[in-house]
């Protein structure tokens, strides 16, 4: 996730970061639901951080570190770029 | 500062940039390719939508445009650009766009020539329509609701060899199958002999008594001299505008930065019977155009959870619930041909763009008519619920622009052709007008929105010029 705020331009990224630190408190979620903008750019940061995590990604049939492995020796084997 | 001369200074390596300097360079022209971006090595792809899209989009993907409503326009960034990280679809420029552009705007279009250029580039890039297989269970809901209905539908084309249906077209393809111009053209340019130079951000196009003398660029190491009779602009068609507004050319017309055209786009899920696994196969597979000719496209797309669970329009246990069934979700895009037209500002000096761009009534209407027939089509397919992309309690014929959540693919038209001085600026040439061998070669030239997805259209193009400038006849 820092990564991904860190390279967005400002102001969004001086934003995104206060906004993700609300959101992962309840106080801070309650008053982000106030303004709905806000509070659907919390929810977004959130799930994305939360869907990132490879527990919870297999568990939903998805493997990236196995994608990424088959995507690499594919094009080893082949001879790609 | 490094010196360089050469027949054609070309700048940006994507759809037209790349094309251009292997044609030219494979032409016997001595080529320079200058390139803002990097070069990214597959093996740095990770299928992470987060950290891909810091890595392989401009500002990490979060190109936003102002207006009502905000809307996100994802760049790519690096060797390929935007062809780096789109979903690879490959459809020719309808008939009917061609024929307004002739009509409209005066470009001498000859369609034989066209199609060669055409040609050309789909067998560069290995241009093939996926098939049911390898298209996955996203494709096949969306394709039993087409069918159930009776709606004109069918398997993309796209730029890819060798695809196993790794789902991560927009984060990098892992096994390079996505035949992008980064891993095409530009090898092919660099084995004609061209000279590649990345991380050159281009700050001058120097012109005298109406001819361009070269450009000028900062890269990490210094500056970048390129001497040449002939340059083209192909930095896309957010930036190629700014290149040319803050070097006080193409002004003219008052059309530079203008004219703004896109493809803003939505997508609804559905929640099935069947297992989906939405992002085990190729996203973007499979279209519906019964609805084309109103400027309503239904495009596949879909992606891994993270992805899946920043664009699902649900709050709370709600959106954890239906993330608990992630694999029985189904995705489909809605894209609308605008009529809406934004413009383009430079402000801070070259590299920040403000964008603007209100969607008009017309697209409303398209988005709200597009949203009731994602959810027929769902329905039609056995969906048990349909998401879309609304505020709770909200359905489609009331929607407000605001109430859109959107993202735009595939912008047009900021330095249009235009055989009119007056009306455009660059010619049926694509050359700059009144700028003797100042030519663009990306999409900013597109004078209209094409409806469909505009890569080859701009490869094609890009081949054309290539081909002009070689004083020869595109090949068949």
Known sequence: MDEYIAAAPQPQRSGM???????????????????????????????????????????????????????RALRRAEGRP | MSEHEADVCVIGAGAGGAVLAAELAEGGASVVLLEQGPWHDPDSFDASPPRMLAKLYRDAGQTLTLGTPPIVLPLGSGLGGTTLVNSGTCFRTPEHVLERWRAEFGLELDSETLDRCFQRVEEALSVSEVTPELAGGNAAVARRGAERLGWSHGYL??????????GVCAFGCPTSAKQHTGITYVPRAEAAGARIVTGATVREIEVRAGRVLGARARTHGGEVEVRAPRVVVAAGTIHTPLLLEANGIGRESGQLGGNLSMHPATAAFALMDEVVDMAKGVPQSFYVDEWAGEGIMFEGIAGPPSYAAMSLPLEGERHAEAMRSYRHLAQLGLMVSDSSRGRVRRIGGLSRPLITYDLDERDLGRFRTGLRRIRELFESAGAHEVYLPLPPGTEPEQARAK??????????????????????????????????????????????????????????????????????????
């Open chain 2, 157 to 166: 084309r796209r730029n890819a060899r060798g695809c196993v249906g790794s």
């Open chain 1, 17 to 71: 970061y206060a906004v993700l630190a609300l959101a992962r408190r309840p106080r801070g979620a309650a008053l982000l639901s106030r303004v709905r903008p806000l509070a659907q750019v919390g929810r977004t940061l959130l799930a994305m951080e939360r869907y990132e995590e490879p527990v919870v990604a297999r568990s939903l049939g998805w493997d990236a570190e196995a994608v990424i492995a088959r995507g």
């Open chain 2, 403 to 476: 109430d859109l959540g959107l993202m735009a693919f595939h912008p047009l038209g900021t330095a249009r052709a235009d055989a009119d001085p007056s009306r455009g600026v660059v010619d049926s040439n694509l050359q700059v007008h009144g700028i003797e061998g100042l030519h663009v070669a990306d999409g900013s030239v597109v004078p209209s929105s094409l409806g469909v997805n505009p890569q080859i259209t701009i490869m094609a193009l890009a081949t054309r010029l290539a081909y002009h400038l070689l004083e020869r006849p595109c090949p068949s």
